[in-house]
């Protein structure tokens, strides 16, 4: 019989794995920017591609934080991978989660059942968060990669509020108010400034017995400025904005412990209910059973056409690799644009290397015949909160209005889909005019607080 791609296979064969396929395949590891656009990219090759994912829907992680902060809903930023490439004859999604990679043999195994074989592999699982050697951290301080990670944040945030309208006693309402963001990156930055818009502007006057103006919102970065990765103006930017918005910012700080209800800043211990973690990053346990060297967060250090050492076949992109931009010498940052050029270089040298295989032949690469992948820097950016933006572009760095415009706009051109473009531009233009966030839905486990002896709790229960 055959598949969607009009391959030949045998009735058993749920991988291809017998024999030559009539088409070469292209193994695709991760739905993301990198792995998503190369698999685009491939839409016209005389090939198969095979994208595996362990969830059926592609993020655009930048947004993630607004999903947290109850500004956008997941179907917003995110698509459903087949959809997306539901019109690419050549292409076949797979959910499931990749267990084990046989170099030698090449092939990928998922969840330890399924095989597929490939002449030509691309690994672009990601980065998950790392809490430097403290894993019991994470129950109490929730990282930002995934939709499930921003929905558990957006319902500890509001359930915060929730619970402190039920508080008496003024000690515990305090730390229920308290927000401890850890890190001082562009995902910390945007998440402290959106938790203190909310706090200020959103909800005040939602709740009767709490004033909500009167939370904490705490950032903690242990560098001596904030947004390491980009200038020192774009640093100084923000701090402006956030400490004028009201976010106390700690600088040269570290968390050094924490319990279930307070956190251990050096010798400072302080009462605080919610912590968010946005401190730093690592490789899942992928990288490390490829046999391959690794970079300190386990990132595979790959050679400068993206392939791994030893394996011209196969490449990594995105967050997972680690290379260094030959005209600068630097490495190359792990956002959404380098992901989205990894991807596009690493299917151009599958096509080539396509149109050179003689017909039907296992397709080896060509030593020395591929170009280097070369990083091209389009700026960075992060916003603060409304009208409040830092962007370092062309070797200048904006702030304020036009920066925070610039990431408006640059954000929804981005996004995948016409669909999720209108919707968030419709949903930032609601917001702009009544200063309101439509996704204040609190869903999953303990979405009722528990009772308390404060006022009349109880009342119309029945």
């Known amino acids: 019989m055959k598949d969607r791609t009009g391959n030949a296979r045998g009735a058993g064969d749920a991988g291809g794995s017998e024999g030559l396929k009539a088409r070469p395949r292209v193994v695709i590891v991760g739905g993301g920017f990198g792995g998503l656009e190369a698999a685009r990219r491939l839409a016209r090759a005389p090939c198969e591609v095979v994208l595996i994912d362990r969830r059926n829907h592609h993020v655009f992680q930048p947004l993630l934080y607004q999903v947290a902060t109850a500004a956008l809903s997941p179907a917003d930023i995110a698509a459903p991978i087949r959809s997306v490439l539901r019109r690419q004859e050549n292409a076949r999604v797979v959910l499931g989660e990749v267990s084990a990679v046989d170099l030698d043999r090449r092939r990928v195994v998922v969840e330890g059942s399924e095989t597929f074989e490939y002449d030509w592999l691309l690994l672009a699982a990601g980065v ?54 850890v890190g001082g ?37 242990g560098e001596d400025r904030l947004l390491p990765a980009m200038s020192e103006a774009a ?151 409304r009208a409040r933006a830092v962007a370092d572009l062309g070797g200048r760095t904006y702030s304020g209005f036009f920066a925070w415009f610039l990431w408006s706009a640059i954000h929804v051109a981005f996004l995948i889909g016409f669909r999720n473009r209108i919707l968030v531009m419709v949903n930032w233009a609601w917001q702009w005019l009544v200063q309101a966030r439509g996704a204040r839905l609190i869903t999953g486990a303990s979405g009722v607080p528990p009772p308390t002896a404060a006022g009349n709790a109880g009342e119309g229960a029945g």
């Open 235 to 385: 640093g100084r930017g923000a701090l402006h904005h956030l400490e004028a918005m009201g976010v106390e910012v700690r600088l040269g700080t570290y968390l050094t412990d924490l319990d279930e209800e307070t956190v251990l800043l050096g010798d400072e211990r302080l009462a605080a209910a919610n912590v968010i973690w946005a401190a730093g990053v690592e490789a899942g346990p992928l990288s490390g059973s490829l046999g391959v060297r690794l970079d300190g967060s386990g990132r595979v250090e790959v050679e400068p056409d993206c392939s791994l050492p030893g394996h011209p076949e196969v490449f990594v992109v995105g967050d997972l690799a680690a290379i260094q931009d030959p005209r600068t010498g630097q490495p190359v940052p792990g956002v959404a644009q380098g992901a989205l050029q990894m991807g596009r270089h690493v299917a151009g040298i599958i096509r080539s290397e396509i149109g050179r295989a003689p017909p039907g032949s296992r397709v080896a690469a060509i030593p020395g015949a591929r170009p280097p992948f070369r990083y091209r820097d389009k700026g960075n950016m992060a916003t603060i909160g």
């Open 128 to 181: 998950t968060h790392t809490y430097f050697g403290k894993p019991g951290w994470s129950e109490r301080a929730p990282g930002l990669k995934t939709i499930e990670d921003a929905l558990e944040i957006r319902r500890r945030v509001l359930l915060a509020f929730e619970q402190a309208e039920l508080e008496d006693d003024p000690e515990a309402r305090k730390a229920k108010l308290t927000f401890v963001v």
């Open 185 to 221: 990156g562009p995902t910390g930055v945007e998440m402290a400034g959106a938790l203190r818009e909310i706090a200020a502007q959103t909800i005040p006057d939602d709740f009767r017995r709490v004033d909500t103006s009167t939370a904490r919102v705490i950032l903690l970065e």
